[in-house]
């Protein structure tokens, strides 16, 4: 009776497994069948496509591009609270700079005693002032405070990574080898063989579709799903995969050849993003849509979209195919998650406050990530100003400022109160880096992303308001605004404790001024040159 039983357990399970086996087979099957249709789908567009590449072309103008930003012109101040021996040393760190902006020093009126620091008076935290605050009037201030204004926060720019028309199949069955290429210091790997080649004859519409319909074959499909599987595991943003594309096609056709061009139009195009093919006879040229407004950069107007050049030169007409493809999306500038570039070391610096001694550190950054941002264009989202700061103030910091920087600030603030610790941020970045327009260093306005301060031995206001945004959210973890005056860039905190000082309400939410341009100044405290009476505010969220 037991062997039977122990007979009948095995033949059970015996069926079970071959039915497991038989169902993970069809189900292979009817997963290779249906990528298979997504595939074809996807070349049964493409090829509609080429058949309208054959024909629509039409001469367009180039528009001149949309001014650079002005630089800045808030001159750094040194606070006149300062005590002597500060004011003589910041002093002689600015002298040059104001001397040749302002021939002189003016002078400025001496302002009340500021709040020590360390030392918040109590009455100033007591519940009844607190709710004085809270029941406070835009612009009707009270003895604690200097200004109240009320600005409404910017939208935020839902990002969304555009993806292909259909998931894109590999061919397993292919016989090329990976070929190696760099981007940023970064080494990457498709299949990519001779079978890849070719030679554009002429530029003519009819030689573009032809080489375009060579691109149908599957060892296009290898190297687009190549493409895509390195972007999701770098975490490569729109404009990183754009730049590692041309890095790949430069490498394998020759540096902005017609053929690099023709192919890295392919990949972009059939990765999901909104293209379009140009010529002038002699240079394939691929323009870009985008979400954002770039300035800086000449583009070509089609129905609603500037479509950019940002290769190669760009020629007063152009010839250019209009023609959509399906579920196109145009490039976004934002970097929402942290990207994945080989390290290389650069220089360690060393960064120390002059208010705070003890509070100095060292810190080495990534070349290829300081590579990577100076190709990135200025760029602004919608008519509002101030997304072009908010973009790089979003970024979020890399691994190396995370893993270096960051536990060594942390053990320095360890149980001091929110106001103590964003008093030793705002000191440290007043104090612990020199300052220089961009127009000086750079020929036009260039903001930094919070790394390149870091990097960098010069910055100005907006770059240093970027960085100091990123401190406060990340190490104390209070909500920060940029603040935009006139000629001028700072920044806000919303303290979870009542603080004294300039202020600013958004939704009854209270951001109190900080200014890493005025040097030595207090939290709450202003220069007398800054407009605050037309200050506009954009909130920047902890965690982005």
């Known amino acids: 009776m037991k062997k039977l039983l122990i007979g009948i357990f095995s033949i059970l399970c015996l069926t079970n497994v071959n039915a497991q086996d038989n169902f993970k087979s069809e189900f292979d099957e009817f997963r290779t069948e249906s990528m298979k249709e997504f595939n074809d789908f996807r070349k049964e567009c493409f090829a509609e ?66 709040v020590d620091a360390d030392a918040m008076p109590e009455n100033l935290k007591s519940e009844k002032k607190q709710q004085e605050v809270a029941n406070a009037k835009p612009g009707k201030g009270n003895d604690a405070v200097e200004a109240l204004y ?52 002429y530029v003519g519409s009819n030689a573009i579709a032809d080489a375009l319909k060579n691109m149908l074959h599957t060892q296009f499909d290898n190297i687009l799903f190549d493409c895509l599987k390195l972007r999701e595991e770098h975490h490569l943003s729109d404009w990183a995969y754009y730049q590692m594309l041309c890095d790949l096609v430069d490498s394998f056709y020759g540096k902005e050849t017609n053929e690099a061009n023709l192919v890295l139009a392919f990949l972009y195009m059939q990765s999901g993003y909104k293209i379009r093919m140009g010529h002038d006879r002699e240079h394939v040229f691929v323009l870009l849509a985008s979400k954002h407004r770039i300035t800086g950069k000449p583009y070509y107007k089609l129905g609603d979209d500037n479509f950019y050049p940002m290769r190669g030169k760009s020629p007063e007409r152009m010839s250019i195919c209009d023609v959509p493809f399906q579920k196109e999306m145009g490039l976004s500038l934002i970097i929402p998650d942290i990207q994945d570039f080989a390290f290389e070391a650069t220089e360690p610096r060393t960064i120390s406050s002059l208010r705070y001694p003890e509070f100095s550190f060292t810190i080495s950054l990534n070349k290829n990530l300081i590579d990577f941002y100076n190709t990135y264009p200025s760029s602004v989202l919608g008519n509002n100003d101030m997304t072009r700061w908010a973009m790089y103030a979003n970024a979020p910091m890399t691994e190396e400022v995370k893993n270096q920087l960051y536990p060594q600030m942390s053990a320095k603030l360890q149980g001091l109160s929110e106001y103590e610790a964003v008093s030793r941020l705002l000191n440290w970045v007043q104090t612990g880096f020199d ?15 919070g790394e390149e301060s870091l990097f960098y031995p010069y910055c100005d206001c907006e770059d240093r308001a970027i960085l100091l945004s990123h401190l406060v959210r990340d190490l104390v973890g209070l909500n920060t605004a940029l603040v935009y005056v006139p000629g001028h860039l700072a920044m806000a905190v919303e303290f979870n404790k009542y603080v004294d000082g300039c202020y600013f309400l958004v939704d009854g939410r209270r951001f109190t001024f900080c200014d890493p341009t005025y040097v030595v100044s207090r939290i709450g405290e202003y220069s007398p040159q800054t407009q605050l009476d037309k200050a506009q505010l954009y909130l920047l969220e902890k965690g982005i």
Not at 50 to 71: K, N
């Open 49 to 114: 496509y080429i058949d309208f590449v054959r024909q629509a072309w039409a001469e367009v103008g180039v528009e001149r591009p949309i001014p650079l930003p002005e630089d800045e012109v808030f001159v750094p101040e040194i606070n006149n609270d300062a005590d002597p021996e500060t004011n003589s040393w910041l002093s002689r760190q600015l002298g040059t700079l104001k001397t040749k902006i302002l021939g002189v020093f003016s002078s400025k009126k001496k302002k009340e005693t500021p």
């Open 435 to 449: 300052y220089k327009f961009d127009n000086e260093v750079w020929g036009h306005d260039r903001p930094f992303f």
């Open 150 to 201: 009320e600005r409404i926060r910017a939208p935020k720019d839902p990002y969304q990574q555009p993806q292909p028309l259909s998931p894109v199949q590999e061919d397993k069955s292919s016989l090329n080898d990976y070929y190696a290429f760099k981007s940023f210091g970064t080494e990457y790997k498709v299949r990519m063989g001779d079978n890849c080649r070719f030679n554009l004859e």
